[in-house]
T-cell receptor, first 115, second 113 residues
Framework: EADIYQTPRYLVIGTGKKITLECSQT?????MYWYQQDPGMELHLIHY???????EKGDLSSESTVSRIRTEHFPLTLESARPSHTSQYLC??????????????FGDGTRLSIL | AQTVTQSQPEMSVQEAETVTLSCTYD???????LFWYKQPPSRQMILVIR??????QNATENRFSVNFQKAAKSFSLKISDSQLGDTAMYFC??????????FGKGTRLHILP
């Protein structure tokens, strides 16, 4: 069962719209991540956070932005969606401990299609 | 640069057979962690098994086991007595002390009835 929730699960929307993908976790994890994954392909890290007010860009450049005002919440925003943003977006979290051997817990993902 | 390579884009095996998924990686770190994640079709990504690089003993979780060859930088996943529910995309992943995970491109595994 998932303790990390992403909404919406699917979104089909027109070009130019502002979109916010929600991600919440109830595990009290400090670290949260956003990945972009095209169908059948690998995951690319686009944003991560080590805690409240911490946000960093990942390895793949993205036009999206994130915020971390609360520990449990890590929304991703696209100010003006384009067809090139069509992809699956996966949110993940893990605890911040001295032991880095903590796997990431993933949400179900949001499949985004920009028309 | 850290890399994770999965050389088998797709595999198919009969139910109850044993299958091995390959993974090689490259890192300059001495302490790191390796994971296999499973992503069933349209479902959540879940952790299958993990291995600490400083442990020589291969990790085992029920029907899943790994063959960790640190010198060769190889981390293969063996699934014994495969089941239909094992059908999924499998990702090999590497995590260093910076806690960022690098994923391979994945292997799509089909278990055939």
């Amino acid at each position: 069962e998932a303790d990390i929730y992403q909404t919406p699960r699917y979104l089909v929307i027109g070009t130019g719209k502002k979109i916010t993908l929600e991600c919440s976790q109830t595990m009290g994890h400090d670290k949260m991540y956003w990945y972009q994954q095209d169908p059948g392909m690998e995951l690319h890290l686009i944003h991560y956070s080590y805690g409240v007010n911490s946000t960093e860009k990942g390895d793949l450049s993205s036009e999206s932005t994130v915020s971390r005002i609360r520990t449990e919440h890590f929304p991703l925003t696209l100010e003006s969606a384009r067809p090139s943003h069509t992809s699956q977006y996966l949110c993940a979290s893990s605890p911040l401990t001295g032991d880095s051997n903590q796997p990431q817990h993933f949400g179900d993902g949001t499949r985004l299609s920009i028309l | 640069a850290q890399t994770v390579t999965q050389s088998q884009p797709e595999m198919s095996v009969q139910e109850a057979e044993t299958v091995t998924l390959s993974c090689t990686y490259d890192t300059s770190e001495n302490n790191y962690y390796l994971f296999w994640y499973k992503q069933p079709p349209s479902r959540q990504m879940i952790l299958v098994i993990r291995q600490e690089a400083y442990k020589q003993q291969n990790a085992t979780e029920n029907r899943f086991s790994v063959n960790f060859q640190k010198a060769a930088k190889s981390f293969s996943l063996k699934i014994s007595d495969s089941q239909l529910g094992d059908t999924a995309m499998y990702f090999c992943a590497l995590m260093n002390r910076d806690d960022k995970i690098i994923f391979g491109k994945g292997t799509r595994l089909h278990i055939l009835p």
